[in-house]
């Protein structure tokens, strides 16, 4: 992924007023993201632990959507995130729900994923950072056919955002 700046992912959002936009806590530490090793900028909102922010270049265009997490149940049952498919005990992995786009969304109506809780599945596909023993499994396929399994699955959801 491609550097991004505040501005940039303040004008990505498709399910957010620009007031929402204006105000929604951008990460501070842009510059020293590991940018080569991001498919989506993922981040959760310190400031309100129940809101999550994602943004992603698809078809040379940043769409960028909010998120809200499902409050947890504390289960310690192991979960296994939609989109990078690594498993994770307890609370690593929450039902995100979005808002949907436009008119829809006005009206209340919204989609979810369960996914990785810290939104880093990148990091957890290349080995940077670990769930635990046994969190990923060995896979057939390369890694770029992982990543693409992953775009393609945060692709479909943010057109169920925007339908």
């Given at each position: 992924?491609?550097?991004?700046?505040?501005?940039?992912?303040?004008?990505?959002?498709?399910?957010?007023?620009?007031?929402?936009?204006?105000?929604?806590?951008?990460?501070?530490?842009?510059?020293?993201?590991?940018?080569?090793?991001?498919?989506?900028?993922?981040?959760?909102?310190?400031?309100?632990?129940?809101?999550?922010?994602?943004?992603?270049?698809?078809?040379?265009?940043?769409?960028?959507?909010?998120l809200r997490r499902a409050s947890s149940s504390g289960s310690a049952r192991k979960t296994m995130?939609?989109?990078?498919?690594?498993?994770?005990?307890?609370?690593?992995?929450?039902?995100?729900?979005?808002?949907?786009?436009?008119?829809?969304?006005?009206?209340?109506?919204?989609?979810?994923?369960?996914?990785?809780?810290?939104?880093?599945?990148?990091?957890?596909?290349?080995?940077?950072?670990?769930?635990?023993?046994?969190?990923?499994?060995?896979?057939?396929?390369?890694?770029?056919?992982?990543?693409?399994?992953?775009?393609?699955?945060?692709?479909?959801?943010?057109?169920?955002v925007n339908s």
């Open positions: 992924m491609k550097p991004l700046t505040e501005p940039d992912i303040r004008a990505s959002f498709v399910n957010s007023t620009k007031g929402e936009a204006k105000r929604m806590h951008v990460p501070r530490d842009l510059a020293e993201r590991r940018w080569d090793d991001l498919d989506f900028l993922g981040w959760r909102d310190p400031a309100a632990p129940d809101r999550g922010y994602l943004v992603i270049e698809l078809d040379g265009k940043l769409v960028g959507i909010a995130c939609a989109w990078c498919l690594t498993t994770h005990s307890g609370d690593g992995v929450s039902l995100m729900t979005a808002r949907k786009a436009g008119k829809s969304g006005q009206l209340g109506n919204s989609v979810g994923v369960y996914v990785c809780a810290d939104l880093e599945c990148s990091l957890y596909l290349r080995g940077k950072k670990s769930a635990g023993p046994g969190s990923r499994f060995k896979e057939s396929i390369t890694l770029d056919e992982q990543v693409d399994r992953m775009v393609n699955g945060v692709s479909a959801f943010l057109d169920r």
